[in-house]
């Protein structure tokens, strides 16, 4: 019991850590148009 609750809350930080990598980055390019961020 204590198993499936450590592995469902492992499972959920890593979808979360996923989206946050790829979803919040796309969102972050928007402010890129100054060239202090070297995303160029």
């Known amino acids: 019991m204590i198993q499936e609750i450590i592995a469902f809350?492992?499972?959920f930080l890593a979808i979360?850590?996923?989206i946050r990598?790829?979803?919040w980055?796309?969102?972050k390019k928007?402010?890129?148009g100054d060239g202090n961020c070297g995303c160029s």
């Open 9 to 11: 809350i492992i499972l």
């Open 16 to 18: 979360v850590f996923l």
């Open 21 to 23: 990598k790829y979803f």
């Open 25 to 27: 980055k796309s969102k």
């Open 30 to 32: 928007k402010d890129c």
